[in-house]
């Protein structure tokens, strides 16, 4: 008998009550003051030669204090999650904001300590003290050296509450406002933003023509509006780079993923050289939907009669199963998050769309969230959150310091489980049609990150060199998309999406800068691992492990090196990784001839 698993989390089991939480409140209260105190405790060491016992508790106690801040800021995003209209939780991600400011300008003023002392007084206080977080610690230590002093640092931090990150919640608060009046079957919706998007992917051409229509005239509608919000995001991030010193945008995005620009420049060659191996595809694809050339909206149109819908504890099973051939700690972890809730997935009104995993590191536990409504996606992209989760779940024992690892190798993890369970599904076909369609789905993921993804890179960097110079207007944005969305699909396409840039949300985090090539990182170098894997077969599980549990103490080129033996500033490792999707676009070529 199947299991019954829930698809509602339990938030409570962290802190009961939601948004109107006492112990939330008290919990963020006392996080607040301890970050208070550790910056009063930081500004009274006058004579550090004398006071270096006292850093190294403040050390100590920050390393504490970030778990509880990640823990609030986690927390408030899964509130905001499941129901956009909580204006409690829209408020109290005001309060994580706030406490993540203070919690940097902590740091900065452990980073201002630390650099005042000398190499060999560093050196021996982190290995007798933090030989746990020796990376992370020398990492902001020689970053610090880059920055502004202490005191502009600071200052920079906290006008980004109201300043920077205000913009993005301007584009979030515009986007959750916006209505696309939409009609099918004599039906007429007013439809969110994320609703809207789904249309785009309907296995109807007429109905995703008639999307897409809709869709570029209301961002058409609101386009000055988004280009104000694009533009002054990217001027507060130019302005403080500016005062840094700093003259390459990708400057900040590498080092915060821990990679080289060599690494980045082989990834993106190596891929612009075989993107040829893909045209036949793309062709082929629109010969099969009765098209001359795709348009932006048949790229990932489904193809084949829709599958049969998949209950949602088939599908946790079925990934339970294929995670345990490969590692049956990531099974046994992946039962434990059904059967403890920590999944989010009920298919209902008021959510947001998308999908995410986050972590919740003072109490050790994470949450994943999507809406899940039955599609042979929905299974991938659940299998995609969890390795995530497993990721967390592996390192939850390791310092605090230890275990903040990078956006690219965040989702190597992620893309693994996401491999396992779609590589297993297209085994297991039972119909040439069946195995056609799940192949299909998978080299559309490919396409994502060879060219959807190489579209964003290429834009953003332009965009950021121009807007050195000032304003752009929504002409100048549009051009500037269509011009890399034509670069990047080798102007394959019939039609493409002048406003990507203002209906992508990517482009304006700020959490993250350049939220785009760490995905492709994360695939090509995900395949790699997955090679590994099936060549070592059950002595892999272990290795798995380690390199997980490595990824937030040291670069990407040590990791490769150190777990797989290759160096990813050559173009050898991605060429072997783009060798093994080739093999799905043969697959899909024998199957449509």
């Given at each position: 008998?199947?299991?019954?698993?829930?698809?509602?989390?339990?938030?409570?089991?962290?802190?009961?009550?939601g948004?109107?939480?006492?112990?939330?409140?008290?919990?963020?209260?006392?996080?607040?003051?301890?970050?208070?105190?550790?910056?009063?405790?930081?500004?009274?060491?006058t004579?550090?030669?004398?006071?270096?016992?006292?850093?190294i508790k403040?050390?100590e106690?920050?390393?504490?204090?970030?778990?509880?801040?990640?823990?609030?800021?986690?927390?408030?995003?899964?509130?905001t999650?499941?129901?956009?209209?909580?204006k409690?939780?829209?408020?109290?991600?005001?309060?994580?904001?706030?406490?993540?400011?203070?919690?940097?300008?902590?740091?900065?003023?452990?980073?201002?300590?630390?650099?005042?002392?000398?190499e060999?007084?560093?050196?021996?206080?982190?290995?007798?003290?933090?030989?746990?977080?020796?990376?992370?610690?020398?990492?902001?230590?020689?970053?610090a050296?880059?920055?502004?002093?202490?005191?502009?640092?600071?200052?920079?931090?906290?006008?980004?509450?109201?300043?920077?990150?205000?913009?993005?919640?301007?584009?979030?608060?515009?986007?959750?406002?916006?209505?696309?009046?939409?009609?099918?079957?004599?039906?007429?919706?007013?439809?969110?933003?994320?609703?809207?998007?789904?249309?785009?992917?309907?296995?109807?051409?007429?109905?995703?023509?008639?999307?897409?229509?809709?869709?570029?005239?209301?961002?058409?509608e609101?386009?000055?509006?988004?280009?104000t919000?694009?533009?002054?995001?990217?001027?507060?991030?130019?302005?403080?780079?500016?005062?840094?010193?700093?003259?390459?945008?990708l400057?900040?995005?590498?080092?915060?993923?821990?990679m080289?620009?060599?690494t980045?420049?082989?990834?993106?060659?190596?891929?612009?050289?075989n993107?040829?191996r893909f045209?036949?595809?793309?062709?082929?694809?629109?010969?099969?939907?009765?098209?001359e050339k795709?348009?932006?909206?048949?790229?990932?149109?489904?193809?084949?009669?829709?599958?049969?819908?998949?209950?949602?504890?088939?599908?946790a099973?079925?990934?339970?199963?294929?995670?345990?051939?490969?590692?049956?700690?990531?099974?046994?972890?992946?039962k434990?998050?059904?059967?403890?809730?920590?999944?989010e997935?009920e298919?209902?009104?008021?959510?947001?769309?998308?999908?995410f995993?986050t972590?919740?590191?003072?109490s050790g536990?994470?949450r994943?969230f999507m809406?899940?409504?039955?599609?042979?996606?929905?299974?991938?992209?659940?299998?995609?959150?969890?390795?995530?989760?497993?990721?967390?779940y592996v390192?939850?024992?390791?310092?605090?310091?230890?275990?903040?690892?990078?956006?690219?190798?965040?989702?190597?993890?992620?893309?693994?489980?996401?491999?396992?369970?779609?590589?297993a599904?297209?085994?297991?076909?039972?119909?040439?049609?069946?195995?056609?369609?799940?192949?299909?789905?998978?080299?559309?993921?490919?396409?994502?990150?060879?060219m959807?993804?190489?579209?964003?890179?290429?834009?953003?960097?332009r965009?950021y060199?121009?807007?050195?110079?000032?304003?752009l207007?929504?002409?100048?944005?549009?051009?500037?998309?269509?011009?890399?969305?034509?670069?990047?699909?080798?102007?394959?396409?019939?039609?493409?999406?002048p406003?990507?840039?203002?209906?992508?949300?990517?482009?304006?985090?700020?959490?993250?800068?350049f939220?785009?090539?760490?995905?492709?990182?994360?695939?090509?170098?995900?395949l790699?691992?997955?090679?590994?894997?099936?060549?070592?077969?059950?002595?892999?599980?272990?290795?798995?492990?380690?390199?997980l549990?490595?990824?937030?103490?040291?670069?990407?080129?040590?990791?490769?090196?150190?777990?797989?033996?290759?160096?990813?500033?050559?173009?050898?490792?991605?060429?072997k990784a783009?060798?093994l999707?080739?093999?799905?676009?043969?697959?899909?070529?024998?199957?449509?001839?």
């Amino acid at each position: 008998m199947q299991t019954k698993y829930n698809q509602l989390w339990d938030l409570d089991s962290i802190f009961p009550g939601g948004s109107e939480s006492t112990e939330l409140r008290g919990f963020i209260q006392e996080t607040k003051e301890e970050l208070i105190a550790l910056e009063q405790s930081l500004q009274q060491l006058t004579e550090l030669h004398k006071e270096q016992e006292k850093l190294i508790k403040i050390i100590e106690n920050a390393q504490q204090a970030v778990a509880k801040v990640r823990e609030v800021g986690a927390f408030v995003g899964c509130l905001t999650a499941q129901n956009m209209a909580d204006k409690k939780a829209v408020q109290l991600s005001g309060t994580a904001k706030e406490l993540s400011s203070l919690y940097q300008g902590v740091l900065t003023s452990i980073d201002e300590k630390i650099q005042q002392l000398d190499e060999t007084d560093l050196q021996a206080m982190i290995n007798n003290h933090f030989p746990g977080v020796a990376f992370y610690l020398n990492e902001r230590a020689e970053r610090a050296k880059d920055k502004l002093s202490p005191a502009e640092e600071k200052l920079a931090q906290k006008l980004s509450t109201s300043g920077y990150h205000a913009w993005a919640d301007m584009y979030n608060a515009l986007v959750n406002s916006m209505k696309i009046t939409f009609e099918e079957n004599g039906q007429t919706e007013e439809l969110s933003v994320g609703q809207a998007e789904n249309k785009l992917a309907n296995n109807d051409r007429n109905v995703r023509v008639d999307a897409f229509e809709k869709w570029e005239k209301t961002w058409t509608e609101n386009e000055d509006l988004f280009a104000t919000t694009i533009n002054h995001l990217a001027g507060f991030r130019l302005g403080l780079y500016e005062k840094r010193g700093w003259t390459n945008v990708l400057k900040e995005p590498l080092e915060i993923n821990r990679m080289s620009e060599a690494t980045l420049n082989a990834m993106w060659d190596t891929i612009t050289k075989n993107k040829s191996r893909f045209m036949p595809y793309l062709e082929q694809k629109a010969k099969y939907l009765g098209l001359e050339k795709l348009a932006w909206y048949d790229v990932h149109a489904p193809i084949g009669s829709a599958s049969s819908s998949i209950p949602y504890e088939e599908a946790a099973e079925s990934i339970i199963d294929q995670f345990g051939k490969f590692s049956p700690k990531m099974a046994e972890f992946t039962k434990m998050a059904f059967e403890k809730d920590w999944v989010e997935a009920e298919n209902r009104a008021g959510k947001r769309p998308g999908a995410f995993c986050t972590t919740l590191p003072a109490s050790g536990e994470t949450r994943v969230f999507m809406t899940y409504s039955g599609s042979a996606s929905n299974v991938s992209t659940l299998a995609h959150e969890l390795g995530h989760a497993y990721h967390a779940y592996v390192m939850r024992d390791m310092p605090n310091f230890a275990q903040s690892y990078a956006m690219n190798v965040a989702e190597t993890a992620s893309t693994f489980a996401e491999l396992i369970v779609s590589d297993a599904a297209v085994q297991q076909a039972e119909t040439d049609e069946e195995k056609l369609v799940l192949i299909e789905s998978k080299l559309g993921r490919a396409i994502a990150f060879f060219m959807n993804i190489h579209a964003r890179f290429l834009f953003e960097t332009r965009f950021y060199e121009k807007r050195k110079e000032g304003l752009l207007s929504a002409q100048e944005l549009n051009e500037l998309m269509v011009e890399a969305q034509k670069e990047a699909y080798c102007d394959s396409l019939s039609e493409y999406h002048p406003h990507f840039w203002a209906a992508k949300q990517h482009f304006h985090i700020t959490g993250v800068p350049f939220y785009n090539f760490p995905y492709t990182f994360g695939f090509l170098f995900s395949l790699g691992v997955y090679a590994h894997a099936l060549e070592e077969g059950a002595s892999f599980e272990d290795g798995y492990v380690a390199l997980l549990r490595d990824t937030g103490s040291m670069n990407v080129e040590e990791l490769a090196q150190k777990h797989l033996n290759v160096d990813l500033t050559k173009e050898e490792f991605w060429q072997k990784a783009i060798d093994l999707v080739v093999k799905d676009v043969d697959q899909f070529l024998e199957l449509t001839k």
